[in-house]
């Protein structure tokens, strides 16, 4: 059966856009996960407010294990990708049963981490006397399907990298559409709560896990998942591919954890609780954001690698346009969303106009240097596709160590609130960074490829 798309042959601006489009479609829905937990658990009557300030406190967590997927998944998918463009049938196979055996590894454990020491992490996480019963117990049921998470969200990059874009969409949309049904059945019609919440979850990512093995088992990918050929220095070259994701999305957690103690330190007793929960709000907005920004560049991510393998040279670069175009007019769209409609997504979570009020304001500070972040996740995931770990790595860790340090100097001369600019300040400085440092490299790396023999393997 033929793949839906050909990354080495088809016109680049309708490829981009074939590849993007689900992709983004897909973190969007993804996003849906978390957002309609929150929405349900906001209007809970009596304890809306406090029961989701708890769940907020196992962002971190939810954020940290889905980081440990993208290590692996997008680790091992531009390098399966390259090998194909190699037209190396063998080494690409070699790859899918590596990272399988990977994830499996890690969901176990994973999960008996998290369950043994959850109680202090929640503390460390923000949680006070108040939310900690919420956060314990939608963390204590998620942390059991933690194996769902990590199969769903890692494999379904050897999905999209093989071309099957649409597929890798549907593959989240499965899992999210239940999500979205079972949430008022379980906490509302069951009167479960938190705890529904929690369990509507995970067997939403149940059933996305069991659709992405189902596709893989199949007979219609190119590469499928076997057993066996267990490499470790395969293992080492998929982790040094994957550090730059996994730190991206690993430090959004320590991001919210400086944000959330900041704000409880800062904030008081009479005030820390509700910040947090305004924080909670204007996170899961900024979510809308970075992960479907985050799907347009890592989802074209296979175009870059192909070519780089297929020594198509000129088809890279013009693959970074067309990404930048796609993700500059994405951040400008949502920059304007941002400023003019921010309340009708606060309403979503809450009724209360003290936090209206509060998350509102919130949502616009944190939203004015969205559009320099287009230039940000194009260089560093278009760097990553290429294998160049080091310099992506040192720019992500670079935007996140400015965010972290703005917040916590910021409310020591102003007060709580100051912290939420922070990370305006931290993603322009980031945009114009990475967009001087991609420039005085690309010319070199796309150079040092062109002049390596025909028939040399990348990163062998």
Same mark, same amino acid.
């Given at each position: ?210 659709? #992405? ?20 220095? #395969? ?27 900041? +704000? ?81 997504? #606060? ?25 320099? +972040? ?34 916590? +100097? ?29 420039? +005085? ?20």
């Amino acid at each position: 059966m033929a793949r839906e798309n050909d990354l080495g042959r088809d016109e680049m601006k309708s490829l981009v856009l074939r590849l993007a489009i689900p992709s983004m479609l897909a973190q969007f829905v993804n996003v849906l996960y978390g957002i309609v937990d929150r929405m349900y658990i906001g209007n809970i009557p009596g304890e809306g407010a406090v029961a989701l300030a708890g769940v907020g406190v196992c962002g971190p967590i939810v954020t940290l294990i889905s980081s440990f997927a993208f290590l692996v998944g997008i680790g091992g998918a531009p390098l399966l990708a390259m090998r194909l463009g190699e037209g190396n049938q063998e080494g690409a196979q070699k790859i899918l049963s590596n990272c399988f055996a990977m994830l499996l590894v890690l969901s176990v454990l994973l999960t008996v981490g998290f369950l043994s020491f959850k109680e202090p992490l929640l503390y460390c996480f923000g949680a006070s006397d108040a939310t900690f019963p919420y956060a314990n117990t939608y963390m204590t049921i998620y942390g059991v399907g933690t194996v769902f998470a990590i199969l769903a969200a890692g494999l379904n990059q050897f999905i999209i990298c093989q071309g099957y874009s649409k597929t890798g969409m549907f593959t989240i949309l499965v899992g999210a559409v239940l999500n979205i049904i079972l949430d008022p059945v379980f906490i509302f019609k069951l009167n479960l709560g938190v705890a529904g919440a929690a369990l509507a979850t995970v067997i939403s990512q149940a059933a996305s896990s069991l659709f #992405v093995l189902r596709f893989l088992r199949s007979d219609r990918p190119k590469v499928r998942i076997t057993f066996g050929g267990y490499d470790g220095r #395969v293992l080492l070259r998929v982790l040094t591919f994957g550090i730059s994701p996994f730190v991206i999305i690993a430090t959004d957690s320590v991001v919210v954890i400086v944000l959330n103690s900041v +704000l409880q330190r800062y904030g008081g007793p009479q005030r820390g609780d509700l910040l947090i929960t305004c924080a909670t709000i204007v996170m899961s907005y900024m979510q809308i954001v970075t992960l479907p920004l985050g799907g347009v560049t890592s989802g074209t991510q296979p175009i870059l690698s192909f070519n780089y393998g297929a020594k198509n040279l000129q088809r890279v670069r013009e693959a970074f346009r067309q990404i930048l175009k796609l993700t500059l007019c994405f951040t400008t769209i949502m920059f304007l969303i941002s400023q003019v409609a921010a309340r009708f997504f #606060v309403l979503i979570f809450t009724r209360d106009p003290v936090v209206i009020q509060q998350s509102v304001w919130g949502i616009r500070v944190f939203t004015l240097a969205i559009i320099p +972040l287009a230039f940000q996740y194009t260089w560093v995931d278009g760097l990553t596709a290429l294998g160049i770990a080091k310099v992506a790595i040192t720019l992500s860790l670079s935007r996140k160590f400015t965010y972290i340090l703005f917040t916590v +100097l910021l409310p020591q001369y102003f007060d709580a609130t100051a912290a939420f600019f922070a990370q305006p300040l931290a993603d322009a400085i980031a945009g114009c960074l990475s967009t001087a440092v991609f420039f +005085l490299l690309i010319g070199k790396i796309l150079k040092k490829r062109a002049e390596m023999p025909d028939g040399q393997a990348l990163y062998e």
